[in-house]
């Protein structure tokens, strides 16, 4: 669980926790914690490929949005099974 999100859940108290990997954003691999003006300056080759195609770009040793919408359909199909509310607690 992310820190922002798990010291949001942690005021909701009575409630059972449950952590999903899936919903973890984008693994940026090398590019982990970089802003995007770094990203340019470091890889300006890597940041146009990312900027001419979002959603297929990998990034080196990390994930596409591609590939983080297949990690999430298993959880979408998890959420649509169960029988009482589900609160999801998350950032952006």
Not at 2 to 14: P, V
Not at 29 to 49: L, N
Request: with cysteine.
């Amino acid at each position: 669980m992310l820190k922002r999100s798990a010291e949001t859940a942690k005021y909701l108290h009575d409630i059972p926790k449950v952590v999903w990997r899936q919903l973890n954003e984008i693994d940026m691999g090398v590019c982990d914690g970089m802003t995007y003006s770094e990203i340019k300056a470091a890889m300006p080759a890597e940041f146009e490929m990312r900027a001419k195609d979002k959603l297929r770009f990998r990034y080196s040793r990390g994930e596409s949005y591609l590939d983080v919408i297949q990690r999430l359909e298993s959880l979408i199909i998890e959420l649509e099974r169960q029988q009482q509310p589900v609160l999801i607690v998350a950032h952006q």
